[in-house]
């Protein structure tokens, strides 16, 4: 065999119970979920937020920029309710560069996991404790769920895992929202077949157990745009976007609580991060023209964090994204107060 074990990591256990939610933030954790799956199944009006950095890369920008959403937060909480990004792994389309805290949680030194996995559970912990939010994080390695599911109000699976079969059967095992992004290629099948596979119960090998899954009514479609033949980006979030999507869901019946959370970067921005405003504000219109896409519709995902663009990895502003450009900490503000009067 080519791997060279290097050494054993601690089982996730451990690390939870190095690294433990207190007693009193664990009730509210589980208030919290309970009001985001209202808004999935539909009993609840408001939108859901899903708010944060592209990659969250240094414990004290992410922690500066996450204590001016929370107040921001109880601003806008008639409408909407914000859950920030904290995002600690890193796809790579080539498999090369910076993959997040999770590899490199100095991000100008060599991979270092067992830091890693000690730093991804301290950065979302630190997060929760000093502004009383819960987070999202991307579900990039299926296995590595255990060291965050007790922490985390919603998670994504990416347009480059989408299609993976384990990454759909733990899906199915996750106690909050799923959100199956759109494969880069675009098909809206690819992603209806993974909600349909997270809904479903499911009986599979995960960390040499033998486990069963009721099914996770909550797994819903992200679109993020896609990439087409020519090489272009493409977006799918525009009116007849949504309304196919809306008319899918409708037809197949076979769904449950269809919703969909639209991703205004990445491939539907063409990594813009200003269009990421036009967008939001195109996707309102478009529930206002329409009762069923309004009803479908159940949150934005953006990229933001305290300075606009994005910076080398070596950079050194504080607060600017070492990986895809966001908008920064004025823009987003004004954004979100928007959303809120819009809504």
């Known amino acids: 065999m080519a791997m060279n074990f290097k050494r054993r990591l601690p089982l996730p256990i451990e690390i939870r119970e190095e690294m433990a939610l207190s007693p009193e933030l664990t009730a509210k954790k589980v208030a919290f979920d309970a009001e985001v799956a209202r808004v999935f199944t539909g009993e609840d009006a408001r939108k859901v937020l899903i708010i944060g950095p592209c990659s969250a890369d240094r414990e004290d920008s992410v922690l500066e920029y996450m204590t001016r959403l929370a107040k921001l937060s109880e601003q806008v909480s008639d409408k909407l309710i914000v859950i920030p990004r904290v995002y600690t792994n890193k796809p790579r389309t080539k498999g090369t560069g910076y993959k997040g805290l999770l590899h490199n949680p100095d991000p100008a030194a060599p991979a270092d996991l067992l830091e890693g996995v000690k730093a991804i559970r301290r950065m979302h912990l630190h997060v929760i404790e000093q502004t009383g939010m819960f987070t999202a994080d991307e579900m990039l ?184 450009p966001c908008l920064g900490w004025e823009k987003t503000e004004h954004l979100v107060k928007e959303l809120a009067e819009r809504l």
Request: charged share 20%.
């Open 141 to 324: 390695y299926p296995a590595h769920n255990q060291y965050l599911f007790d922490l985390l109000s919603y998670v994504a699976v990416g347009a480059r895992s989408v299609e993976d079969q384990e990454h759909r059967l733990v899906a199915s095992g996750l106690p909050v929202p799923a959100g199956m992004k759109n494969p880069t290629s675009g098909s809206m099948t690819v992603m209806l077949n993974s909600i349909y596979a997270a809904q479903a119960p499911q009986e599979f090998i995960y960390r040499n157990w033998e486990v069963e899954t009721p099914g996770n009514p909550l797994a819903h479609a992200v679109l993020r745009g896609y990439i087409g033949l020519d090489g272009r980006t493409y977006p799918n979030f525009h009116y007849e976007h949504l309304e196919r999507l809306t008319d899918i869901y409708a037809a197949d019946g076979k769904y449950a609580n269809p919703s969909v959370v639209v991703d205004c970067n990445h491939d539907n921005s063409g990594k813009r991060p200003l269009e990421q405003i036009r967008i939001c504000k195109e996707v309102l219109d478009s529930c206002r023209r329409n009762p069923a896409i309004a009803k479908l519709v159940k949150g934005f995902m953006v990229e933001s964090y305290l300075e606009d663009g994005n910076q080398p990895v070596d950079g050194g502003v504080f607060g600017k994204s070492i990986t895809d």
